[in-house]
């Protein structure tokens, strides 16, 4: 039983020192909608959503979103650890992730 639990502890200890910087930020990266802003006003628009997109937002979303819209990769953005932001870009929107992002808008 001792065994056991000595070797459960072993593991938890590893596991919390080798966990990279991303982990720290629980996935969520700081976006400039500023760019898109159009397309998100539209999106609200139509489904009747109640919020305002400030002319520079921020938003925080989830950084597999992220790196779609600003057209980068989810390491690049895991790479910057905390401090991960990047700016969205029109032609790397579609309809669902404006729509994704006007909800994290609404939630802040």
């Given at each position: 039983?001792?065994?056991?639990m000595?070797?459960a502890?072993?593991?938890?200890?590893l596991?919390?020192v080798?966990a990279?910087?991303?982990?720290?930020?629980?996935g969520?990266?700081?976006?400039?909608?500023?760019?898109?802003?159009v397309?998100?006003?539209?999106?609200i628009?139509?489904?009747?959503?109640?919020?305002?997109?400030?002319?520079?937002?921020?938003?925080?979303?989830?950084?597999?979103l992220?790196?779609?819209v600003?057209?980068t990769?989810v390491?690049?953005?895991?790479?910057a650890?905390s401090?991960?932001?990047c700016?969205?870009?029109?032609?790397?929107?579609?309809?669902?992730?404006?729509?994704?992002?006007?909800?994290?808008?609404?939630?802040?």
């Amino acid at each position: 039983m001792r065994r056991v639990m000595l070797a459960a502890a072993l593991a938890v200890g590893l596991a919390s020192v080798g966990a990279p910087a991303s982990a720290q930020q629980n996935g969520l990266v700081n976006v400039d909608v500023s760019n898109i802003k159009v397309t998100l006003d539209d999106i609200i628009s139509r489904n009747n959503l109640s919020v305002q997109v400030p002319v520079n937002a921020i938003v925080q979303v989830p950084i597999g979103l992220a790196a779609n819209v600003c057209g980068t990769t989810v390491a690049v953005l895991a790479a910057a650890g905390s401090a991960a932001q990047c700016t969205a870009v029109a032609d790397n929107t579609t309809q669902g992730e404006a729509m994704a992002i006007a909800r994290a808008l609404q939630r802040q």
